[in-house]
């Protein structure tokens, strides 16, 4: 698939995927693009990294440290915006960084691989991992909050990496799927807000 509609899609949806969980999107292009597969790959220049062997084992030395982090220290991975103690969990903050920069990259590469500038990547992908954030974690916060057993509270990380994946494979068989991701991502996260809006107007009125 040649053009820049197609090659849009793909970086937008590689960074969407990123926003959910960075690990898995980044690992699985970076293969794709070593085998020059599906219309993926990283051209020589300030991106060429992301395809190559050392950085697809330090992607994979960080996704095991997380997890082994997560379930020793019992620290959260997302960040939980109505908790301000949240703010401070140190994986959790690491976390939103890591998927915020994975998006802007695999975005920004894309682009550059096919000759375009690589800035509008840059701050498009930071822009739809934040979304992704905004959209999916306050799902996965009310989640965790609900479930009593440990076990199945750490689970949900596993079916965020699993959606994450997901995605990034999906979007790179047929990029133009991007554009469908991140509008719903917008509606998912509209949708959210609204629902934010709607319980703060009933608080208020209880008080009253």
């Not at 030395?61 to 959260?76: D, E, N, P, S, T």
């Not at 890591?98 to 920004?108: E, I, M, P, T, Y």
Request: one cysteine or more; charged letters at 15%.
């Amino acid at each position: 698939m040649n053009g820049l509609f197609f090659y849009i899609g793909l970086g937008a949806g590689l960074a969407a995927a990123c926003g959910l969980r960075p690990f898995l999107p980044v690992l699985l292009a970076g293969a794709l693009a070593t085998g020059g597969a599906l219309g993926v790959h990283f051209a020589r220049g300030s991106f060429h990294f992301l395809g190559t062997d050392w950085w697809l084992l330090v992607v994979v030395v960080a996704f095991v440290l997380g997890y082994g982090l997560q379930l020793l220290l019992k620290l959260a991975p997302i960040v939980d915006p109505g908790d301000p103690r949240a703010l401070s969990d140190p994986l959790a903050a690491s976390l939103t960084g890591l998927g915020l920069g994975a998006g802007a990259l695999l975005f920004a590469g894309t682009l550059a691989a096919h000759g375009d500038s690589p800035w509008p990547g840059l701050v498009g992908g930071l822009l739809i991992a934040m979304l992704a954030q905004r959209a999916s974690w306050p799902v996965i916060v009310r989640a965790r909050s609900r479930l009593s057993d440990r076990s199945a509270r750490e689970a949900l990380t596993i079916y965020l990496d699993a959606a994450a994946l997901v995605l990034a494979a999906l979007v790179a068989l047929l990029h133009p799927l991007g554009y469908v991701a991140v509008a719903l991502l917008a509606w998912f996260a509209w949708r959210g807000r609204a629902r934010g809006d709607e319980k703060y107007a009933g608080l208020r009125i209880l008080r009253r």
